[in-house]
């Protein structure tokens, strides 16, 4: 036990002597910053001064890279412009562009490369770079308020990510501003990360996240994306709080999630609201969806779910699924839905009678959408009344049996008419 305290009591003062020693390195326009680095002493700081300074720089050394006034460091469109291959390195303060756009060796503005261990990047600029940041192998970084913009001029194919986090742990990705990438997130196989405060936008995917568990995603904001955010093969999220509005395809897609909650999410004005896809064992409730043209999109394998106290309002088909037998959702306390026509007798605000979402009607008008010019002709109300009384021509739908006479979310209407521009 003595000889423990010794040792903490060694590794302590060894680490003071350090920072005792630990010095600060102004660089001004003009020299030579990739030789400034170089010659730093691990723990040291290097300022750098409001200017342009050229220059591919390798950081190998715990260190803090400090920009005063914001200066630009250009990679001259060969390469990565800032590499860090050690662990403790901080880069705040700058303006980094101009990576090369090899997509082979994966050009970044800044790479972390494996070993990169608690890396700090805060208020940083990352513009005209083929991927903002790439995160290999990389545990305990903090990726915070920084705004990342890609190479605008190329297609949306020839982009990369705003940043890509590959193989990394509890990784903290606050407060960025991420567009005009390919996607905006790409996370793939990081786990026990947290994603807060994040605005995702102009891109093709806001974040596109595969093969990683025990992650929180919160506070959100994805708009103007082909897609919103997209959850693909994985278990145990926590998904709340987050905005996803004018998405071209959707909002939230949930494809092979299991074990995770979804909640208190406003879904507004996308193609699709949510697209839920090969889903078991996911509670969703208290999630706002509006105006969307289709609310909820389910197909293949959607069971064992909890879905209540979410409100569907004014979407152009509230659900949209297809299957042999009937998805019960609404548990205890049922959803509101904007075009329920049944009533509350008893007055404990849930309906007395079930909301079905689809009939045989809808079921035609998917299949052949040329149908839809005759929905209110009184005909195809007639096959809908028939539909209904009738059950051998009844198919198979989401149905709530109870569901809520009123919104939760009284605010809802400041969220109608947010469409992805045309």
């Known amino acids: 036990m003595r000889q423990r305290l010794l040792g903490g009591l060694g590794a302590a003062l060894l680490a003071l002597a350090g920072a005792a020693h630990a010095a600060t390195v102004r660089v001004e326009p003009g020299q030579d910053l990739a030789a400034a680095v170089r010659a730093a002493a691990p723990g040291d700081t290097v300022e750098v001064a409001r200017g342009l300074y050229r220059a591919n720089l390798l950081i190998d050394k715990p260190m803090t890279l400090r920009g005063v006034d914001r200066p630009t460091i250009s990679g001259g469109n060969q390469g990565d412009t800032i590499r860090v291959t050690a662990p403790d390195v901080t880069i705040e303060g700058l303006i980094v562009r101009d990576s090369g756009d090899h997509q082979g060796e994966q050009n970044a503005g800044i790479y972390l490369y494996p070993g990169a261990h608690r890396a700090v990047v805060q208020h940083c600029d990352l513009t005209y770079n083929l991927f903002g940041l790439w995160i290999e192998k990389v545990n305990d970084v903090r990726i915070e308020r920084n705004t990342i913009t890609g190479k605008r001029d190329y297609d949306s194919a020839r982009r990369g990510n705003g940043i890509q986090l590959y193989n990394s742990q509890r990784a903290q990705i606050l407060d960025n501003n991420i567009s005009f990438v390919r996607d905006a997130l790409y996370i793939d196989v990081s786990h026990h990360a947290l994603f807060r405060g994040n605005k995702l936008h102009h891109s093709r995917y806001g974040a596109h996240y595969m093969s990683s568990y025990y992650n929180l995603w919160e506070g959100n904001e994805t708009y103007y994306n082909r897609g919103g955010l997209a959850l693909m093969e994985v278990r145990e999220q926590t998904v709340r709080g987050n905005r996803a509005w004018g998405n071209s395809d959707h909002g939230i897609m949930l494809r092979s999630v299991q074990d995770s909650v979804v909640e208190n999410n406003v879904v507004a004005g996308n193609q699709r609201g949510f697209f839920i896809y090969d889903v078991e064992y996911v509670t969703l409730r208290h999630n706002l969806i509006v105006d969307n043209f289709v609310g ?53 605000g849930r309906g007395d009678v079930p909301y ?29 009344l028939v539909g209904q009384q009738f059950p051998v021509l009844r198919v198979p739908t989401v149905v709530d049996a109870h569901p809520r006479m009123q919104p939760e979310h009284t605010d809802w209407s400041l969220w109608r008419g947010k469409y992805f521009p045309r």
């Open 296 to 348: 909820a999109h389910l197909s293949a394998g959607v069971k064992n779910n909890v879905v209540e106290q979410n409100d569907f309002i004014g979407n152009r088909e509230q659900v949209r699924y297809v299957g042999t037998k009937d998805e019960p959702w609404g548990g205890k306390v049922g959803n509101y839905w904007s075009n329920y026509v049944g009533w509350d007798r008893d007055g404990d």
């Open 356 to 384: 079905e979402a689809n009939d045989m009607v809808d079921r035609l008008s998917w299949r052949y959408p040329g149908m839809k010019l005759l929905l209110a002709s009184p005909a195809v109300q007639a096959l809908r």
